[in-house]
């Protein structure tokens, strides 16, 4: 079934809505997600959709639609980037209905980047990289009153 927006994605799901395996990534739990996601050596990490869109399906979908797609249990602080992307998006017309999607949950890299940088400060998108580049390497979710302060400590040497 050819899905065409986030929108219409989340009206036709009915209870878990996928396998907890998604993209190779397992969502079943927050350690193994992390696991999950970590580069192997000479791996390259092209974008971080296992990150990307469950932060803009909580964003822009009611909390049981977002959560029967990605079944992990949210890390802390997670509503520190959620709840200002759901404010920019608002701010900048980004609804569930205009994110296309080119799979099951998924939009392309360019869409995810696109709702990123237009509803997200640039402090933010930084937070936000840094978080996923912590997680692919193996050093696990830092959180992102952490990874703020460790960005504004590092501006002002």
Same mark, same amino acid.
């Given at each position: 079934?050819?899905? +065409?927006?986030?929108? =219409?994605?989340?009206? *036709?799901?009915?209870?878990?809505?996928?396998?907890? *395996?998604?993209? #190779?990534?397992?969502?079943?739990?927050? @350690?193994?997600?992390? +696991?999950?996601?970590?580069? +192997?050596?000479?791996?390259? &990490? $092209?974008?971080?959709?296992?990150?990307?869109?469950?932060? $803009?399906?909580?964003?822009?979908?009611?909390?049981?639609?977002? &959560?029967? %797609?990605?079944?992990? +249990?949210?890390?802390?602080?997670?509503?520190?980037? =959620?709840?200002?992307?759901?404010?920019?998006?608002?701010?900048?017309? $980004?609804?569930? #209905?205009?994110?296309?999607?080119?799979?099951?949950?998924? %939009?392309? /890299?360019?869409?995810?980047?696109?709702?990123?940088? =237009?509803?997200?400060?640039?402090?933010? $998108? #930084?937070?936000?990289?840094?978080? /996923?580049?912590?997680?692919?390497?193996?050093?696990?979710?830092?959180?992102? @009153?952490? =990874?703020?302060? %460790?960005?504004? #400590?590092?501006?002002?040497?």
């Amino acid at each position: 079934q050819h899905v +065409q927006s986030l929108a =219409t994605q989340a009206a *036709v799901a009915r209870g878990p809505t996928q396998p907890a *395996v998604w993209f #190779e990534h397992d969502f079943s739990d927050w @350690q193994r997600l992390l +696991q999950s996601v970590q580069r +192997q050596p000479g791996q390259q &990490q $092209i974008t971080s959709s296992w990150l990307f869109m469950p932060l $803009i399906a909580d964003a822009l979908l009611p909390a049981h639609s977002a &959560q029967a %797609a990605f079944p992990f +249990q949210r890390p802390p602080d997670w509503n520190q980037l =959620t709840g200002p992307l759901r404010t920019g998006c608002a701010t900048h017309g $980004i609804t569930a #209905e205009r994110v296309p999607l080119d799979g099951p949950w998924h %939009a392309t /890299a360019t869409w995810q980047e696109y709702v990123l940088n =237009t509803a997200l400060s640039l402090e933010l $998108i #930084e937070t936000l990289a840094a978080l /996923a580049a912590s997680c692919q390497s193996g050093g696990g979710w830092v959180g992102v @009153q952490a =990874t703020l302060a %460790a960005q504004q #400590e590092a501006m002002m040497a």
